[in-house]
């Protein structure tokens, strides 16, 4: 192959690699302009502990008193986002 038509092969494989992110991107694009909040449906330990600055302790302390809903799966604890997002509004002054 020549110069040129391995640069050209090489251009045909990355656009074939980004063509499904930018699709991806477009579509997330779309659900924002639309207004919609791109969040997960439920939340894990660590994703409060992130967002919140929570420790562990902090975590099962609002489970045993009722402060922090929960729906346990096996060993994995869950937080509903929607309800984190009531107890949030409810709570601001």
């Not at 439920?42 to 045993?64: A, C, V």
């Amino acid at each position: 192959m020549m110069k040129k038509e391995r640069k050209l092969s090489f251009v045909m494989r990355v656009e074939q690699l980004i063509e499904p992110v930018l699709l991806r991107l477009e579509t997330i694009d779309s659900k924002i302009s639309q207004g919609k909040v791109l969040r997960p449906e439920y939340y894990r330990n660590e994703d409060l502990k992130k967002m919140f600055g929570l420790s562990n302790n902090t975590i099962i302390k609002y489970r045993q008193t009722g402060i922090l809903p929960y729906t346990k799966l096996g060993d994995i604890f869950l937080y509903d986002s929607g309800k984190i997002d009531k107890i949030l509004r409810s709570n601001e002054s």
